[in-house]
């Protein structure tokens, strides 16, 4: 029988419908980034809010196209962390309601864990034990993944995320929000070594990664020290260019350097790959270029399971195998400490 998985993390409101096989039969994303736009970041408050107005409807949309019936599911699954307080709240409570109403188990879902599960979705063979590195608007974590549901943290970022930083400079370059997908475009006609911006932590023998002094850098090279509002500042296309492709190479080459140490640390055949970040042109490419080198193999998730959604929920299967269902005095867990 059938799940139903919710997601509500951060700034997308989801919805899935996944046969006991793992089969997507129902799937509906809302997202929010029109509502962000305008503030140049998420707004835990106002994704809250958007969370409480759209949940009942993709629920509704995600089962419609499934055509499962509410009372034919077998359980009901949602991220319970980590995440914004508000917005996790919303998914978890809906959650809760509707294993009440219809009389179902409840499976809380790591959305961390779930991100690197959309991979093994991907492939049909296991891709587990592996190095798992989730690269996201929140979060930039290494795991050794023993199996999906059982992950050892080696390191993550001291400061900002990958995708936060790479929001904050298309949000300096007022090039919207989020600033990742407008910031790797612009990089494609820039020359990638105009700015010699740091690679932090590149050889600091732990898994941890820093990138708020590569922000800082690149904060410096579009306007002096003292300038506080960005939105005058006028570059030529090609600076902001070459800014663009300069900052995306610092970013992917410590990406790239500390899960290939990884996957070699540990001897993993396989290094797998998701969140946001992983929709990333130039970070896809130089990894195959690394597993092709050193001999292991690459599972980034598919395009539209490297952004937020409840598909990958379907980490929640594995869950139910082992009969980790949760109670339901289940809460959220945000989650703002990064050992996750
Ligand atoms: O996984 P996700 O949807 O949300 C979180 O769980 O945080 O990731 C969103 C992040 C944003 O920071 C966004 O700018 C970034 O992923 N992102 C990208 C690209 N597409 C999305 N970053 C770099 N290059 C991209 N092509
Ligand atoms: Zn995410």
């Given at each position: ?52 107005e ?49 009389k ?27 190095i ?46 989020p ?15 105009a ?51 300069s900052?995306q ?30 929709a ?61």
């Amino acid at each position: 029988m059938p799940i139903l998985t919710l997601e509500s993390t951060c700034d997308e409101t989801a919805a899935a419908v996944i046969s006991a096989d793992g089969t997507v039969l129902g799937d509906c994303v809302a997202t929010q980034e029109t509502l962000h736009e305008q503030f140049g970041g998420v707004v835990p408050e106002v994704a809250a809010r958007a969370h409480v107005e759209r949940i009942l409807p993709v629920i509704d949309t995600a089962l419609r196209i499934s055509g499962v019936r509410g009372d034919e599911l077998d359980a009901i699954a949602v991220a319970d962390r980590p995440g914004l307080a508000g917005s996790l709240l919303v998914g978890v409570v809906a959650a809760k309601t509707l294993a009440v109403a219809w009389k179902k188990p409840l499976v809380a879902v790591n959305h961390l864990h779930a991100h690197l599960y959309a991979c093994q979705m991907a492939v049909d063979f296991p891709v587990y034990p592996c190095i798992g590195l989730v690269v996201s608007g929140g979060h930039t974590s290494l795991y050794h993944c023993l199996s999906p549901l059982d992950l050892e943290y080696l390191g993550g970022t001291i400061d900002d995320a990958a995708g936060e930083a790479f929001d904050k400079v298309g949000s300096m370059l007022n090039l919207g929000f989020p600033g990742g997908p407008a910031v790797s475009k612009l990089a494609q006609s820039g020359n990638p070594t105009a700015f010699d911006y740091p690679r932090s932590m590149l050889n600091d023998a732990s898994y941890r990664f820093s990138f708020s002094g590569l922000k800082t850098a690149v904060r410096y090279s579009i306007a002096p020290p003292g300038i506080k509002d960005f939105s005058e500042i006028q570059l030529p296309e090609q600076t902001k260019a070459d800014i663009c492709a300069s900052f995306q190479a610092a970013v992917v080459e410590v990406l790239v350097k500390k899960s290939v140490r990884a996957v070699k640390q540990y001897q993993t055949k396989h290094l797998i790959v998701g969140g946001g970040v992983a929709a990333n042109p130039m970070l896809r490419s130089q990894l195959q270029t690394a597993a092709e080198k050193n001999a292991f193999t690459l599972v980034i998730a598919p395009m539209k399971l490297c952004t937020d959604n409840a598909v990958m929920g379907a980490i929640a299967l594995e869950k139910i195998k082992r009969g980790e269902f949760a109670d339901l005095d289940l809460d959220i867990t945000a989650g703002l400490q990064r050992g996750f």
